[in-house]
C-alpha cells in the first residue's frame, strides 16, 4: 500500500479551508508528537519508572497511575505550545486548563482522556489517548470560560484516538468518515492503514463487565440475558469479550461489529450514571461510531446529543452496531 501519512491525508481528503487546514494540522501534529511520546514509554513501562500509581487520587477519586500523570503532563505541556488551542480539559484535571497569553492561541479547544485503561498498565495490556476537538463559538481572546467547552458531541470538530497495543494506531474523523493510521516506528511516522473504516451494522460480540451484573436494574439485566441466549436475532449466544480499556473494547467493535456497553449500576452511590465520563469518553468515541455507520447511545437517545453540564459529568455508553445498539434503546423504551 503506498504511503499516505496522517498530514498528507488530511490535506487531500478533508474539505476544510486552507487556512482552517493549516491550523488543524498544526493541533494534529502535536497531538501525534505526543502520542508518540507516549506510546515510547508504554511500550518500555516495565524499563522506566512508569509503572504503578503516584499515590494521588484524582478528580474522578481514581487512584493517578504514573502513566496516567505522565501522559497528562507530555499532552498539556506540548498541546500549549500547538498555538492553536485556547483551552483544554483532561480527564485528569478537576478544572479546565487555560493556555496562558504567552503562548500563541487560537480558536480550538481539546478535550482529552490522556491515558485510557489505567487499571491495565501494569499488566501489559492495551491503553489509549482518546480526544475530543471543540471550536470556541466566538472569536473573543478572553479567557475561555467554563459554559464555552460545555458542548454538546454535535458540536465537535473531530474527535479520535490512539491504542497502543501490539501495534500503535491513530483512529480519528473531522466528519468526513473514520481513517486508521498505524505507527511505522521505523519511519515515526503514522501511515494510512485502515481507510474509511465502516462498522457493520449487526455483530456477534457483546463486551461489558458482566461482573457489574448485581447493580443492574431490571431492563439492563434483560438486554445482558438476551445476548447471552438464543434469543436474539443470531439465534445463539454472543461472544462476551471485555479488556477493560475502553479503547481497545471500543476499536476491537469498531473492526468486528458488535455492541459495548456501560450502563449505569448501583455500585457507587457516587456515580448513578455509570463510570464513563461523557466529554473525554463517550462523545468522542460516538462520533466516531456515528462517522462508521454505527450509534453511541446513553439508552434513551444520542450520545452526541447531550449538552453536558459539568466538565466531568458521566453517562451510560452503549456503543457500536447500528441496529445492537437499537436493540438496547428499544428495550429501555418498553421497560419505561
Ligand atoms: P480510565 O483509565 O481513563 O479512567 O478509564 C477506565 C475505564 C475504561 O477504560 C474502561 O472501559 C472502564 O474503565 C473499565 O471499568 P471497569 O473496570 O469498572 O469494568
Ligand atoms: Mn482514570
Ligand atoms: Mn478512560
Ligand atoms: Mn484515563
Not at 487546514?21 to 506510546?39: C, H, Q
Not at 499515590?55 to 497528562?72: I, M, P, R, S, Y
Not at 494510512?192 to 473504516?197: A, D, E, K, V, Y
Request: charged letters at 20%; glycine letters at 8%.
Amino acid at each position: 500500500m503506498r504511503q499516505v501519512t496522517v498530514t498528507e491525508h488530511l490535506l487531500t481528503h478533508q474539505s476544510m479551508s486552507a487556512s482552517a487546514t493549516g491550523r488543524f494540522t498544526s493541533l494534529l501534529n502535536e497531538l501525534i508528537l505526543s502520542a508518540k511520546i507516549i506510546s515510547r514509554s508504554v511500550n518500555k513501562a516495565g524499563l522506566l519508572d512508569v509503572l504503578g500509581g503516584t499515590g494521588e487520587v484524582n478528580v474522578q477519586g481514581e487512584q493517578v497511575q504514573k502513566l496516567d500523570e505522565f501522559a497528562n503532563s507530555i499532552l498539556i505541556h506540548r498541546m500549549k505550545r500547538a498555538g492553536v488551542l485556547c483551552a483544554m480539559a483532561s480527564e485528569e484535571n478537576a478544572d479546565l486548563i487555560p493556555v496562558p497569553e504567552k503562548f500563541q492561541r487560537g480558536s480550538y479547544m481539546l478535550v482529552f482522556d490522556p491515558l485510557d485503561g489505567s487499571s491495565n498498565i501494569d499488566v501489559n495490556i492495551n491503553v489509549g489517548t482518546i480526544f475530543s476537538i471543540l471550536k470556541r463559538k466566538d472569536n473573543s481572546d478572553k479567557e475561555v470560560s467554563l459554559s464555552e467547552i460545555l458542548q454538546a458531541g454535535v458540536e465537535q470538530v473531530a474527535a479520535g484516538y490512539f491504542l497502543y497495543g501490539p501495534s500503535t494506531m491513530m483512529v480519528y474523523t473531522t466528519g468526513r468518515g473514520v481513517n486508521g493510521f498505524t505507527l511505522d516506528p521505523s519511519v515515526g511516522e503514522f501511515l494510512l492503514s485502515h481507510p474509511n473504516m465502516r462498522i457493520p451494522e449487526d455483530g456477534k460480540i457483546y463486551s461489558v463487565n458482566e461482573g457489574n451484573q448485581m447493580y443492574w436494574d431490571t431492563p439492563t439485566k434483560e438486554i445482558m440475558e438476551t445476548f447471552r441466549s438464543k434469543q436474539n436475532k443470531l439465534g445463539k449466544p454472543y461472544s462476551l469479550r471485555y479488556v477493560g480499556s475502553l479503547v481497545a473494547d471500543f476499536h476491537r467493535t469498531l473492526l468486528y461489529g458488535g455492541i459495548f456497553l456501560y450502563p449505569m449500576d448501583h455500585k457507587d452511590p457516587n456515580k448513578p450514571s455509570g463510570k464513563l465520563r461523557l466529554m473525554c469518553e463517550a462523545s468522542p468515541l460516538s462520533m466516531v461510531a456515528e462517522q462508521a455507520g454505527g450509534l453511541g447511545s446513553d439508552g434513551s437517545g444520542r450520545i452526541l446529543d447531550i449538552k453536558p453540564d459539568m466538565l466531568h459529568q458521566r453517562v451510560p455508553l452503549i456503543i457500536g452496531s447500528k441496529n445492537d445498539v437499537q436493540f438496547c434503546i428499544d428495550h429501555y423504551k418498553k421497560a419505561s
